[in-house]
Nanobody, 121 residues
Framework: QVQLVESGGGLVEAGGSLRLSCAAS????????MGWYRQTPGKQRELVAT???????NYADSVKGRATISRDNAKNTVYLQMNSLKPEDTAVYYC???????????????WGQGTQVTVSS
């Protein structure tokens, strides 16, 4: 099995910064895509940023220029640095990873438990 454990959420004032971390552990052969999504009550979970093993990165328009996603493959960890935070960034942030368990298996998608980010105005 695989676990994704997020950390780094909390309460921050508008204009501040946060760094989220997500570490994957368990039966992991390789991780293709790692990313962050967020969700607010009554809304669908939305993409924040993703990073693929070859380095390709994708950001949601709403965070471009304010967010930086990175990963440490040796630690199976993905990070999200968020700057110039806005109240509308308030959400539960979820880590996501597409993981292969063996060299011959397909990829399986896993989610973390979520970490709350609250930005006060």
């Amino acid at each position: 099995q695989v676990q994704l454990v997020e950390s780094g959420g909390g309460l921050v004032e508008a204009g501040g910064s946060l760094r989220l971390s997500c570490a994957a552990s368990g039966s992991i052969f390789s991780i293709n895509l790692m990313g962050w999504y967020r969700q607010t009550p009554g809304k669908q979970r939305e993409l924040v940023a993703t990073i693929i093993s070859d380095g390709r990165i994708n950001y949601a328009d709403s965070v471009k220029g304010r967010a930086t996603i990175s990963r440490d493959n040796a630690k199976n960890t993905v990070y999200l640095q968020m700057n110039s935070l806005k109240p509308e960034d308030t959400a539960v942030y979820y880590c996501n990873a597409e993981i292969r368990h063996t060299d011959s298996s397909g990829s399986f998608r896993y989610w973390g438990q979520g970490t709350q980010v609250t930005v006060s105005s």
